[in-house]
């Protein structure tokens, strides 16, 4: 089977959160012809001493470089209605066959509420609802959809060095990079590097 969607909108609790969890299945749909436009809901997480408006300026290289339209929240501060009220009227208005979100079976609560917050947004709205996995998902997060990404790793990598200001994050080192997108227990692991998600709706 083949997925292709014209239009796909994915959303992130924070800058990077997009691009480390789905950057190749993006670049994929992206090939084949889709649209593709992403929503980053702050400028880091609360409390975290590298938030901020930097934040936005490597988040708008990395969506430059891979040709997606970038959208940010207004209000950055998750809060529930507002953010729940942008992401609607961007749905609404924009004809997305596709929404791409956090999974709720993530340890960051952040991630969680976007999970929430989009859920609600896209209620009632013919277009498949895809979740993918972050490098703070739980043992309850499971996949349905496995992506080859080998052709996507070096892109992957260059796009996340722009996050510059992460740089020293354990999760942004090349190790940790590998190892999220290891599978031994996919298929006959033809592919070195997979990116993980779970379908929860799918509309054809
Ligand atoms: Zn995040």
Redesign the pocket.
């Known amino acids: 089977m083949t997925l292709q969607f014209k239009k796909v909108l994915a959303i ?3 800058p ?2 997009i691009e480390y969890s789905s950057l190749g299945f993006l670049l994929m749909q992206q090939s084949g012809g889709s649209n593709i436009s992403v929503f980053v809901s702050s400028l880091g ?1 609360i409390g975290d001493d590298t938030s901020g408006r930097q934040r936005k300026l490597e988040s708008d290289k990395s969506f430059k470089l891979n040709n997606f339209e970038a959208f940010y929240s207004e209000n950055g501060v998750f809060d529930y209605v507002k953010t729940e009220s942008e992401i609607r009227q961007l749905l609404l208005k924009n004809n997305y066959d596709c929404v791409l979100v ?1 999974d709720p079976n993530d340890s ?1 609560q ?2 969680r509420l976007i999970y929430e917050i989009t859920s609600s947004a896209a209620r009632r709205l013919s277009l498949s609802f895809i979740r993918y996995r ?3 998902s739980n043992y309850n997060y499971r996949s349905n959809l496995y992506i080859g990404a080998d052709r996507f790793i070096t892109k992957k990598n260059e796009t996340l060095k722009l996050h510059v200001s992460q740089k020293d994050k354990p999760y942004m080192q090349q190790k940790s990079i590998e190892n999220f997108h290891t599978f031994y227990n996919v298929g006959d692991n033809k592919e070195k590097f997979y990116e993980s998600f779970f379908i929860e709706t799918l509309f054809n």
């Open positions: 992130g609790a924070h990077d959160d997480s956090h960051h952040e991630h972050s490098v703070s």
